[in-house]
């Protein structure tokens, strides 16, 4: 039986490290981290690394089950997917487990209110970014490429891969620049 604990933030600018120490508190063994979105479990490799390696009797700690995910279907399947394997969910605020009958309600009702939550912040974010489009404020997302070097690269006869490889991104971002110009190779 072990204890394994699973954080996650949203942004590589957020902090992991308040989750860390509460699953550290709680004698998790073994404790994987990532940054990424809760959305889905797309490119979650850290939680998909916890669910292979859970045996039966082990126990899943998450500081808050927004953590888990923040959409109640995949909350719910991964909950299930714990159990299948002989496993436990514990959620530390509130906490609940799914080691009783009642835990497993209450994480339903915890999964629909994350999800909830989620709709509520993409609201919010979208009507941000439309008063901001009114006013003649709104920049658009950070740019993360420096398209001029993209650019210079590929003058300078690299090709996408070899671009991709130097400034640190896929071949797909570095693609949509060229394309863009019309002059992908």
Do not use: W
Not at 17 to 29: I, R, S, V, Y
Not at 151 to 173: W, Y
């Amino acid at each position: 039986m072990a204890r394994i604990g699973y954080a996650r933030v949203s942004t590589v600018d957020q902090d992991l490290e308040t989750q860390l120490a509460k699953l550290k508190a709680e004698g998790c063994e073994v404790i994987r981290s990532e940054k990424v979105s809760g959305g889905s479990r797309d490119r979650r490799a850290e939680l998909a690394t916890v669910l292979e390696f859970l045996r039966p009797g082990d126990e899943l700690m998450v500081t808050r089950l927004d953590r888990l995910g923040r959409d109640t279907r995949d909350v719910l399947n991964l909950i299930y997917e714990c159990e299948q394997k002989g496993a436990f969910v514990t959620v530390l605020d509130p906490h609940v487990s799914t080691r009783g009958e009642m835990g497993h309600i209450v994480l339903t009702v915890l999964g629909m209110v994350a999800q909830m939550e989620r709709r509520f912040i993409k609201e919010r974010q979208r009507d941000g970014i439309e008063q901001a489009k009114r006013e003649g404020v709104y920049k658009g997302g950070k740019q993360r490429l420096d398209r001029g070097q993209v650019l210079a690269l590929r003058d300078q006869n690299h090709n996408p891969t070899q671009i991709a490889k130097l400034v640190g991104c896929s071949r797909m971002q570095v693609y949509r620049i060229l394309n863009g110009h019309g002059t992908a190779r």
